[in-house]
């Protein structure tokens, strides 16, 4: 047996799971734990992803109908108190603000002074702020729909934080829209959910499923909520993007009301929906190896590494040369509507540091030019997709055009594979038993490893839920849509269902 080679991070993911994630971002660059406890940096690299990710997604609201307006960071305690529910799922982590400067304390420091009459809730969620514009702009069903989005930075005071996945403060989007009828905000709120569901695929090639998420797992105030859930390859679960319809209850609470079409004055209906930088671990998760980041093209900050081999000026000049003829042939190209971005890298590095800097950066191709490759007028590609080890020679002149089109093959790859790893460890169990033991480690060193989904049929019951819950930490991820009617038994009590669940552990 030839010896396991060795893998550009350590721990790999079937080692250490979790430290393997936190490895890749470190060696992807691209965010940090800052001294402020629970808050990350991002870095370069990292929040590039992220404006790639805006860039989509603000493409897609636009075509929606959306726009794009900014609240205020600071929240009254007074808005947040009028929706009962939505105090009691944010009050447990809310950062608030209760002074408004600084004075000495008279042993050569400050403290805090001037107290507020009213607190200010620093926003973990705008719902409530919000809401007391829309009050205002919104008089008549003249006036309706109102559909807004807001990029903004929120603060969920948590106590375990992990650089994407949990953090203190985080970036997201949050649409909040205003309608007429009940119809059109649940409407609008499944809508929403197939902009996620499209944009996880088409960009984030991740897969994922559609659902509702149960009573007990739903957004504090909202009516309904459906989520997008994708599989890491630990198997779990990651939620990477809600949709809720809020009916009455926000617009009862903000005072939202307008005239309707009798004349009559009448609260409105409302919505509200986000992605937040999650979705970023969801990508590194998704999708990396254990020689670093894999990132789809279509989000990647850049997309081909051009990394000229030289020994001396004579070879330098010629290299470089041919390499600069290549960055310049890329002006200009695209894969659909998104730019192709080179990197030029002739930093004074070994060839070999340099490349591996890419590849744990996971740029989707790397071009090597070598004095060898200059004379025979072609160059070594390599696919960030595919083991470090494939290359391929290609000719000068088809350079451009094997590049673009196997970009578009890298990301149609990496979805596939993540769907065909999603659906490999997705089993419909129906003994309880069997469920059991689908979720107990297999590795005493991995206790987080497990199964994977487990579609099962549940009686309905918040118990049942609870219990499992309890026992295994497993949650029901959502109940998924387009399933047919189904006769079964309650994986928990055994009572009778008409459908499957998805259960999994989650992030
Ligand atoms: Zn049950």
């Not at 902009?195 to 009516?223: C, D, H, M, N, W």
Request: charged letters at 30%; proline letters at 4%.
């Amino acid at each position: 047996m030839s010896k396991k080679e060795r893998t550009a991070i350590q721990p790999t993911r079937e080692e250490n799971y979790a430290e393997w994630f936190q490895q890749v971002v470190r060696a992807a660059d691209l965010a940090e734990n800052s001294e402020v406890r629970g808050c990350m940096v991002i870095k370069p690299w990292g929040y590039a992803i992220w404006e790639n990710i805006q860039k989509a997604l603000n493409e897609m609201f636009r075509e929606t109908g959306h726009r794009n307006a900014y609240f205020p960071i600071f929240i009254p305690k007074s808005y947040f108190e009028k929706e009962a529910e939505h105090v009691e799922g944010f009050a447990k982590e809310c950062a608030v603000v209760t002074h408004s400067k600084l004075e000495e304390d008279g042993k050569g420091g400050l403290k805090p002074a001037g107290e507020l009459t009213e607190a200010y809730i620093v926003r973990p969620t705008s719902e409530t702020i919000i809401g007391a514009s829309f009050a205002k702009w919104v008089n008549s069903y003249r006036d309706l729909p109102l559909l807004i989005n807001q990029w903004a930075n929120v603060v969920r005071w948590e106590m375990r934080t992990r650089l994407f996945l949990r953090t203190t403060e985080f970036l997201w989007q949050e649409g909040h829209t205003v309608h007429e009828t009940s119809e059109e905000a649940m409407e609008e709120t499944l809508q929403m959910l197939e902009v996620y569901a499209r944009f996880a695929s088409e960009f984030l090639a991740i897969p994922v499923i559609k659902g509702e998420k149960t009573e007990g797992e739903k957004f504090p105030g909202a009516v309904n909520t459906y989520s997008i859930e994708a599989m890491m390859q630990d198997k779990k679960a990651l939620q990477s993007g809600t949709s809720h319809f809020l009916g009455q209850n926000f617009a009862t609470a903000s005072g939202i009301r307008f005239q309707n079409r009798e004349g009559e004055f009448q609260h409105a209906w409302t919505t509200s929906w986000g992605v937040s930088t999650r979705l970023i671990g969801a990508l590194i998760m998704a999708h990396s190896d254990d020689d670093g980041l894999v990132l789809p093209p279509k989000i990647a900050p850049s997309h081909i590494a051009i990394v000229p081999i030289y020994r001396d000026d004579a070879e330098r000049e010629v290299v470089m040369a041919m390499a600069n003829r290549i960055v310049e042939s890329f002006k200009g190209a695209r894969i659909d509507d998104v730019r192709v971005y080179t990197e030029l890298d002739n930093r004074d590095l070994t060839s070999s540091e340099r490349n591996w800097y890419w590849i744990k950066k996971g740029i989707p191709l790397r071009i090597e030019i070598g004095p060898r490759d200059v004379a025979s007028n072609s160059v070594m590609i390599a696919r960030r997709d595919l083991g470090p080890r494939e290359k391929q020679s290609v000719e000068m002149e088809n350079v451009v055009d094997y590049c673009l089109k196997t970009l578009g093959e890298i990301q149609k790859n990496i979805y596939e594979r993540a769907l065909k790893f999603r659906q490999e460890n997705t089993v419909k169990i129906d003994s309880k038993d069997e469920f059991y033991a689908f979720y107990t480690p297999k590795n005493a060193e991995q206790p987080e490893i497990h199964g994977g989904f487990a579609l099962s049929h549940w009686c309905g019951c918040p118990d049942c839920e609870e219990k499992i819950k309890d026992d295994l930490k497993v949650t029901i991820r959502c109940i998924p849509f387009n399933q047919d009617e189904e006769d079964g038994n309650c994986i928990n009590c055994g009572a009778q269902s008409k459908r499957r669940v998805v259960f999994a552990k989650s992030y």
